[in-house]
């Protein structure tokens, strides 16, 4: 089977290619095994798109998401949504259509009503995530702890009970969202106090008041 498929307009690979002239040089190695392809630069005329690397891991400060990363400026699509391996994770698929390039995306998730509004005023966005696991407790609140990501030297605010002696026990949104009364969410976490982990239809993952839900 060939690493690789080439269009007229994009390189399909899993991981990634080298930063090289002619990218058809790559090795097996770093096409399927490459980490973090998003971050890296390439040479090739057309955009790349791949898997391999979930996309939330490149979200540790912005809004925890699984949607697909479109950067045509950087000729990179990186389009793994975490499916089986994140638990808020989802299988995403491009739609192509001329210029046009959108995305949708299937989960597992079960959905549910939002009974009231509520409008976040933290302003908290983030996510803890593959390898970045190493805290250091800084402030312990209620339900949230805020944390010194060690790796990243970013602060966190990581829910009380992911918390294990210094490290976060799993990949974990630190992003707290706003919501409306009757709108549909996905919920990834509702077994912990005050707070319920959820996904936006927008893919958006992150944090609301439990007394939120149904």
Known sequence: MPIAYETEDFIIIHAGIEDIPDWKGTSHEFALYTQSFYEKEHQADKTVIVGHWPVVNYRATTASSNSPIINLE????????????????????????????????????????????????????????????????????????????KNLGIQQWIKNEYIQENMCKNDLSTTFLSVEKGETVSVVDDCHEGYALVKLCSGEVGWIPKDCLL
């Not at 597992?108 to 009974?115: D, M, S």
Request: proline share 1%.
């Open 74 to 149: 950087k000729k990179i699509i990186a389009l793994d949504g975490g499916n089986q391996i994140k638990r808020d994770g989802q299988l995403n698929a491009l739609i192509i259509n001329g210029d046009d390039i959108a995305y949708t995306y299937v989960d597992e998730l079960k959905e549910n009503i939002i009974t009231r509004s509520h409008v976040d005023e933290t302003n908290r966005v983030g996510t803890v995530t593959y390898p970045n696991y190493e805290i250091r407790v800084l402030e312990k609140g209620e339900y949230f702890t805020l944390c010194e990501n």
